[in-house]
């Protein structure tokens, strides 16, 4: 009873197999053949030269000095549908109707190219030639362009509004100092002290140490030390006080001996000036901290005055100084020497402090009027950043359109670029 049902079974298990395999063998061909299409397309595709880019322009760039044309197309039709067919745009440049010559490349899907070699006054024709592994295509001539100078910027007339406010500001109170009235300028500690500092050496017989900082006279903050040395060499000269001061570079060492010549000579005591007042040490940073140390543990001045830019040397120098009880006046506007100058000196200028010292000491006009324009600058920016900062926060957080506006207007008026 058993045979035929398995005779059955195998004869079904035959049928299955025979069909699956017939199934196999049918669609062989069919996959081959498909692929063989596709390989054979791509082939007849990279074999046909490209479409050319279209609607190139070519603008002078404006407000600048004649030096950039810019130019911008529509890509290549087959770099917007057939990705990868395109390998590279060519950018050619014709100057004063001489022969075209490569002046750049773009990547495929760029539609933008800045020439930034070219002259002012020039003439100059473009094309752009699009590349395939089966040829290239070239665009049509642009028509002629000269690159122009432009002489004002009038993206930037805010800026312009600005300059012409603080610099209207400057001449008014100069006018104003010269006129005899009285510009108010914020005390500063450090430049009342100076006085007293030197009287006290002038007491103690001791001589007055002032230095300069460790950088050449092409740093602003060595020349606002030198300035600062003018007024002091003048009180030293009418106290009758010793002053020393090393240096660390040749033309500062000859800066400082004509400033304290003349302050003597204005004192009515030339023959009072010796050039030993001054002497250069080496240019090498800590072998100058251990030449001045050495002249603070010997000499033990009663006044140390270190004015200008000062590096790791700022701690050491003042240190040693505070060891000799010496009063110190510190200033410089390198924000990492200062925490240095506050906890070991007795008066610090910070920063800006230090640039505004000659006005301050002199009275002069002209350097006081230069003071309170500078002020009215900084007054300006200090409101910009705070209606700007309040219009983005207000804009952004409850969607104020007001304020957003405010925000734009400020980014596009300040814009540097």
Not at 8 to 25: D, E
Not at 40 to 54: C, G, Y
Not at 126 to 143: D, Q
Not at 178 to 203: H, M, S
Request: proline fraction near 3%; hydrophobic fraction near 45%.
């Amino acid at each position: 009873m058993t045979r035929p049902a398995t005779g059955c079974k195998s004869r079904t298990r035959m049928l299955w197999v025979a069909a699956i395999g017939l199934s196999v063998f049918l669609a062989t061909p069919a996959i081959s053949h498909s692929q063989t299409d596709t390989s054979s397309n791509r082939l007849l595709r990279d074999t046909i030269p490209p479409a050319p880019v279209t609607s190139l322009l070519a603008s002078d760039r404006k407000y600048d000095n004649g030096e950039a044309i810019d130019l911008t197309w529509v890509p290549s039709i087959d770099d917007q549908l057939l990705h990868g067919k395109i390998t590279a745009y060519q950018i050619f440049r014709s100057d004063n109707g001489g022969e075209f010559k490569k002046v750049g490349d773009a990547i495929p899907g760029d539609n933008q190219f800045s020439d930034e070699s070219v002259s002012y006054g020039h003439s100059y024709v473009y094309y752009v030639v699009a590349l395939t592994a089966g040829g290239r295509a070239e665009s049509i001539r642009t028509a002629s362009l000269i690159a122009e100078r432009e002489w004002i910027n009038y993206n930037r007339k805010y800026l312009f509004l600005i300059g012409f406010i603080i610099a209207g500001s400057v001449v008014y109170f100069i006018e104003t100092a010269r006129r005899g009235k009285k510009l108010f300028i914020r005390r500063i500690a450090g430049l009342e002290a100076v006085d007293e500092a030197i009287g006290r050496a002038t007491e103690m017989g001791r001589p007055i140490l002032f230095i300069s900082g460790t950088q050449d006279m092409d740093n602003v903050q060595t020349i606002a030390g030198i300035t600062i040395l003018g007024h002091v060499a003048r009180t030293i000269a009418d106290y009758d006080t010793k002053i020393r001061m090393p240096v660390s570079r040749s033309l500062v060492m000859t800066a400082a001996r004509e400033t304290i010549k003349t302050s003597y000579l204005a004192a009515g005591r030339p023959d009072a000036y010796s050039d030993d007042m001054v002497n250069y040490v080496t240019d090498e940073q800590f072998g100058f901290v251990a030449a001045v140390n050495g002249i603070m543990v010997r000499e033990k001045p009663a006044t140390c005055f270190y004015l200008g830019a000062f590096f790791a040397e700022s701690l050491i120098m003042a240190e040693t100084g505070y060891s000799i009880g010496a009063i110190q006046i510190a200033g410089t506007a390198m924000p990492t020497q200062l925490p240095f100058f506050v906890v070991a000196c007795d008066f610090t200028l910070i920063g800006e402090e230090l640039f505004a010292a000659s006005a301050y000491l002199s009275n002069e006009p002209k350097q006081l009027g230069s003071l309170k324009g500078q002020d009215v600058g900084k007054a300006i920016a200090l409101a910009m950043m705070i209606i700007g900062t309040i219009a983005v926060t207000v804009g952004q957080a409850w969607d104020v359109e007001f304020m957003n506006n405010i925000a734009h207007w400020l980014n596009s008026a300040f814009k540097t670029n």
